[in-house]
């Protein structure tokens, strides 16, 4: 390797060539910039990323300075704009990107451009792993069955997404039933470092992503820096358009020690997870460091990163190191790639040194080797619980669920967890069941159980509070990691050989995180010891852990609705927030894989593995938990044996080509989208309809209504549309009206590329508190066209609004728009006609989403309220000031001007203000002055 200096680049003259092997890389050296050598990993990778694109104007060598002078201590104040690398996406929140793109083509062409010129302008890459539900299980064509579902629901979705990947360059579609997007991003599509021509230059920078899903985190285990994001970054992202963000604080996670025997993967990450939440790392980054690190395998880093959104930090990252160059040939990566992140690495001070440690906000250490057998639950990742203790606190916790029923997305808003992919419930036979449950009542307490006796396959039993309703080996967290995957066929083979059988009430579901997973089960022949106990292979994707479990059978489920029975589901997934993973179970519990078996053996969480027997072998023997426990070095022998490279380049040689059912997909050709005028699932949005190619005038909003006076945090889970859709809704009066039955209404999550539904779905929300009616919740406002002001849905209040021309403004209070982003809580808005949200305060993604979808952010006078300054919502504002944008220069207030209306109060005055204008970068005022981002970059291209 030769490092030679090229003529400076930028400020700081950081250009220079790194030769690895026969190719020669430009690359910028973060040794140009004072202070650099003692920063953490990730923000080492952050100060590269403002190097290589800084442009004077969004990106400064102020900015790089303040990363080069960063102070550990300090409160993060100084925004940057970071350019991830690519783009991930699952089908549920990458759908509208692709409609949005789809759109701007059309969009260029009426403008007489080309539009092949509309293309993902950094790689963007899509796996659908979010549809396939869990319907069928513990049978040899469940797969099949479940598979064919699928596409009969998503058939639609499907074949759009198929045009996109023949359609767009540098757009790539992992068809259904591959894998999981966490997965197959670390098996196959992370590079570590990444290589791009650029004006006739071959450069090579860290790879670094933004993804549609929450738990993007995982490819942190292999030295990544990425996050989910909600849609609108990601498609700006996709668009070359930077992220907004501040310089994070870093936790500083210290490893010592080795994991002992009998200890699992899932064990560690729930103790670190419920280490970090006690700690707080929300907004912040976690970095793992320490001669530790180099003991722990990638699959356990994988492992922890993937559970960054449960303990609430942006990223939770490990270094490059041997490790991590194993782990890229074990999947079949190129020599040459492999020797490029090496050599890469190590010129940058990327490279893992467990001598040098850099400095970190806070720190935290960890003693692998005191780590317990551990589950989490019963309805939070944090709430972990040693699995000595697992009974006691079973019947505590039965007795607390007497007392205190919780809804789920309170439940999920008051622990602030980032949410890119809610719980979705499809199935249209368990709809019934889930109405129910958000209206159930606590079950009862242990002193009044009611059991009841029931009959499954010939076998007579009583269910009982505690039963364990599902076990899923799930594809979340852990079926990335063989250690823990491999135990568990190990220990249903030891299961099997003693005649021990699950349960008769338990689901029993695997869902594999790749099919390299069923080739390893296969060569170490445990399929068939897993088929056994009922785990036979559901489908591959997100399934139990986003709510795609699937109806329990119908007499459990009746049986557990009818008295009121405490149920539990047992998962080796991350989320577990009551209601999410089935209608029916009030209890969820995280636990590794070898353990969900376990519990499918034991059938209750009422049970204490050290001194309760899961049953009796073949000669009437009682047989316990450690007498079929995998040994460690059993498990590691099945590993070296069962795992080679041979299986990840063999399922990764024609990943995006998919099985029969994908190649049949009728699919239109062509650059521009034919789109169906019958589709309910996927249309084509108004965004650039009447668009010119010069930007029309920014103009004042005058003779404004409010649609919605809000209270303090109201999060995007309130604003944006989730969940089933209800058949008195208007997204349901819409679906009838277009001659869908009710029982293939699907979810707002399935119809994300329809703007008709999503926007009568927006703030819908069944706990939205709307102020300007007293005493109601869910979606609804007064309508002050109609005589009276008369209640009525949000969305016909606004249609009839926009058909009088009157432009609309949200009242909201502190931390509006927080909880993960999400593209329709800014979308749906806007397509609303809001034209001003005014608040107390901002979550800074939703902030900048609503500028990014022509909506411009307000803010009262520090220590005012719409309270405190006198407004009911029942007034008509003007606010005047916007136009000096059309100067160049964003004005940092606004006047605003309440006056009564006839629907006012007597006696009630004007009332004046100034507020905030919060467009805080040089990019976001070109966003608003254009309309929006995707307007933006459309003229920019054209």
């Known amino acids: 390797m030769t490092a030679t200096e090229n003529a400076g680049h930028g400020s700081f003259g950081a250009k220079r060539t790194l030769t690895v092997g026969s190719k020669d890389y430009t690359i910028f050296g973060i040794d140009t910039v004072e202070g650099y050598e003692r920063l953490p990993f990730s923000l080492k990778v952050l100060l590269e990323n403002l190097l290589r694109t800084e442009d004077g104007a969004n990106i400064t060598a102020d900015h790089i300075r303040a990363i080069g002078g960063w102070d550990p201590a300090a409160e993060p104040d100084t925004e940057i704009q970071y350019t991830p ?10 759908v509208p990107c692709i409609v949005d793109l789809a759109t701007m083509r059309e969009a260029v062409s009426a403008l007489g451009g080309d539009p092949k010129k509309i293309n993902p302008l950094a790689p963007a ?26 596409y009969e629901r998503n058939g639609e979705r499907y074949q759009f997404l198929r045009w996109g990947q023949t359609a767009f360059d540098d757009f790539k579609v992992v068809p259904p039933g591959t894998g999981i997007v966490h997965q197959v991003n670390i098996e196959y ?22 993804g549609t899903d929450s738990h993007t985190t995982m490819v942190n285990g292999l030295g990544v820096l990425g996050w989910g994001v909600g849609g609108i970054e990601a498609e700006a992202a996709m668009l070359g358009q930077p992220v907004s963000m501040l310089i994070p604080k870093v936790v500083g996670f210290k490893l010592t020690g080795a994991i002992p025997t009998g200890v699992t993967a899932t064990d560690v990450v729930l103790t670190i997870t419920q280490m970090l939440r006690k700690h707080g790392v929300v907004g912040k980054f976690v970095e793992f460091y320490g001669a530790g690190v180099a003991e722990v395998p990638l699959a356990n880093r994988a492992t922890i990163g993937n559970m960054s959104p449960e303990f609430g930090s942006t990223a939770a990252m490990f270094p490059i190191d041997d490790v ?5 040939r074990l999947t079949g990566r190129s020599e040459e790639q492999v020797k490029l992140v090496e050599e890469y690495s190590k010129a940058q001070s990327l490279w893992h040194d467990p001598a040098v440690e850099p400095v970190f906000s806070e720190y935290l250490e960890l003693d692998l080797s005191t780590v317990v057998p551990s589950i989490a639950g019963p309805k939070r990742p944090q709430d972990r619980i040693e699995l000595s203790h697992a009974k006691d606190q079973f019947e505590k916790d039965l007795v607390d669920y007497a007392d205190v029923s919780h809804d789920l997305v309170d439940l999920t808003i008051s622990e602030s967890f980032p949410a890119s992919d809610p719980g979705e419930l499809q199935p249209e036979d368990a709809r019934s069941t889930h109405q129910h449950s958000h209206h159930s009542h606590a079950p009862k307490a242990a002193s009044n159980p009611t059991p009841v006796r029931l009959s499954e396959n010939g076998e007579d039993f009583i269910l009982d509070h505690g039963a364990v309703a599902i076990a899923a080996i799930t594809s979340c967290t852990n079926t990335s990691n063989p250690s823990v995957m491999l135990a568990a066929g190990l220990l249903a083979r030891n299961a ?4 021990l059988k699950a349960k008769p009430w338990v689901k ?7 099919k390299v997973v069923t080739d390893y089960y296969e060569k170490a022949g445990l399929t068939h010891d897993l088929e056994a106990l009922g785990f036979y292979t559901v489908g591959y994707g997100c399934t139990t852990c986003i709510g795609n479990s699937g109806p329990l059978p119908e007499e459990i489920s009746q049986a557990v609705n009818d008295n009121d029975l405490a149920v539990t589901a047992v998962l080796s997934g991350n989320r577990n927030f009551e209601g999410r993973i089935n209608p029916d179970v009030k209890m969820n519990y995280l636990a590794s894989p070898p353990l969900v078996i376990a519990y499918a053996l034991a059938g209750s969480m009422n049970f204490d593995f050290e001194v309760d027997p899961l049953g009796t072998d073949t000669e009437g023997n009682d047989v316990f938990l450690k007498d079929i426990w995998p040994d460690a070095a059993e498990v590691q022998q099945t590993i070296d044996s069962s795992i080679n490279e041979g299986m990840f380049v063999h399922q990764y040689a024609s990943v995006f080509e998919g099985d029969e059912r994908w190649k049949s997909l009728p699919t239109p050709t062509g650059s521009i989208f034919e789109w169906d005028e019958k589709s309910t699932y996927v249309r084509k949005p108004p965004y650039f309809e009447g668009m010119t190619l010069d930007t029309t005038p920014v103009s004042d909003i005058l003779g404004a209504r409010v649609l919605a006076k809000l209270g303090d945090s109201v999060t995007t889970d309130h604003i944006s549309p989730a969940g089933s859709i209800k058949a008195d809704s208007p997204a349901g009066q819409y679906l009838t009206e277009h001659g869908i039955d009710r029982k293939d209404f699907n979810s707002y999550g399935s119809r994300r590329g329809n703007h008709e539904v999503m926007i009568r779905g927006t703030f819908a929300n069944i706990r939205l508190k ?14 002050f066209t109609r005589e009276g002001a008369p209640q009525s849905f949000i969305y016909d209040a606004s249609q009839n609004y926009q058909a009088q021309g009157t432009p609309l403004v949200i009242l909201g209070g502190k931390e509006y728009g927080s909880g993960s982003s999400r593209d329709w809580a800014a979308k749906g808005t806007s397509l609303l006609g809001v034209r001003a949200v005014i608040t ?11 500028i990014g979808m022509g909506v411009v952010p307000l803010q009262f006078p520090a220590g005012e309220s719409a309270d405190s300054l006198g407004l009911d919502g029942t007034e008509v504002f003007s606010i005047t000031g916007l136009e000096q944008l059309n100067e160049g220069t964003t004005p940092k207030t606004v006047h605003v001007v309440a006056e009564p209306s006839d629907n006012s109060r007597a006696g009630k005055t004007t009332v004046e203000f100034d507020a905030v204008v919060r467009i805080d970068t040089p990019g976001e005022a070109d966003y608003y002055r254009n309309g929006g981002i995707l307007q933006y970059v459309l003229r920019s291209l054209v």
């Open 85 to 94: 690398a690519r783009v991930i996406m699952q089908d549920f929140t990458g």
């Open 125 to 150: 890459e899509m796996v659908i792993d979010h549809s396939v539900i869990a319907d069928l299980f513990g049978q040899p064509d469940a797969l099949e069955r479940n598979t064919d579902l699928e």
């Open 189 to 210: 599509l992370a590079r570590v470092t990444m290589t791009r021509e650029v004006n006739g230059e071959l450069l090579a920078y860290p790879d670094t992503c933004v």
């Open 324 to 328: 991590t160059l194993d782990y890229l």
């Open 496 to 499: 099997a050989k003693k005649g």
């Open 508 to 514: 029993t579901t695997l869902a594999p995180g790749s």
């Open 770 to 783: 709307n102020q300007l009616l007293d005493g109601v919740e869910g979606g609804y406002t007064r309508d």
């Open 840 to 850: 107390e305060s901002f979550e800074r993604i939703h902030r900048s989403n609503l």
